[in-house]
């Protein structure tokens, strides 16, 4: 798949793409990364790329036509049909917000085109026109797009063949349909005791049930906990078992 990111700091993703579990991702192709600049695709001597909202207020805004000839560039070295291109993805406080699902999807796809926008926003016109998905990490403000681009590059690219050291990593992932879309249960690893705080005694046992079992219930007593959202999702999909419902009727009225 290819994601072809336009940005104002392409320099912000040199470390991001040759760090971590995921630059393999990068490194072999799976995940192929462009990254254009529209100050490149600019006018003049000074390139530039904003300039004050009408109507007046503070900030700036980015030029549509840097941004339009940026993409017209895009498109041309991708050469796709006009009928199959890839979707130009803004990442926007109106988008919908990032889940699994949707990032499911995403690693399953062809790719895209990523803008990041900066400043005060984006001139409406090129939205209007050329932006074909909008996504929103959540309810608060960035300062620009990259670090929403980075995010969404990450949770794909760990989920391409090969990319995790165990290739049944992601599987025990939060809200994966492995886990019937629950959160992740706690971990642990050695020393057994550590500031006088031991290891639970099933996952010392040696009995793989035993442990299995024990994870599926702290993965339903930690989602209803933390996420109670979560446990109503799973049981409106029908995927709480009697065995979880009685534990949750357990730990009603108590802390969990």
């Known amino acids: ?20 579990v995921t630059r393999r991702a990068y490194a072999s192709g799976q995940v192929d990364v462009h990254l254009w600049n529209p100050r490149d695709h600019a006018e003049g001597n000074y390139r530039r790329v904003d300039d004050r909202p009408f109507g007046g207020g503070p900030g700036m805004v ?3 036509e840097p ?16 009928d199959a291109q890839a979707p130009l ?3 926007s406080p109106i988008g919908e917000t990032l889940n699994h699902a949707a990032v499911e999807r995403w690693s399953a796809s062809a790719g895209a085109v990523l803008l990041c926008g900066r400043y005060e926003g984006i001139d409406q016109r090129f939205i209007d026109r050329h932006v074909d998905v909008q ?21 794909v690219a760990r989920l391409q063949p090969g990319v995790l050291h165990d290739a049944g990593s992601h599987a025990q992932d939060s809200f994966n349909p492995a886990l019937d879309g629950l959160l992740d249960c ?10 006088g705080q031991g290891v639970p005694a099933e996952l010392l046992s040696g009995h793989h049930a035993h442990i299995e079992q024990w ?11 933390h996420r109670p959202d979560l446990i109503d999702q799973a049981r409106k999909a029908g995927l709480l078992g009697a065995a979880d419902e009685q534990l949750l009727g357990q730990s009603a009225g108590r802390t969990l």
Do not use: K, N
């Open 1 to 20: 798949m290819r994601f072809d990111i336009i940005t104002l700091f392409p320099e912000l993703f040199a470390p991001f793409l040759a760090g971590g």
């Open 62 to 64: 980015m030029l549509a």
């Open 67 to 82: 941004l339009a000839r940026c993409l017209a560039a895009i498109r041309a070295e991708r050469g796709e049909p006009e």
């Open 89 to 91: 993805v803004l990442f």
């Open 135 to 155: 996504i929103s990490l959540g309810d608060f403000v960035l300062s620009g797009g990259e670090i929403a681009a980075m995010a969404l590059l990450d949770a």
């Open 186 to 195: 706690p971990h642990y690893t050695r020393p057994e005791v550590w500031q």
């Open 215 to 225: 994870r599926r219930q702290q993965r339903v007593l930690f989602t209803a906990q």
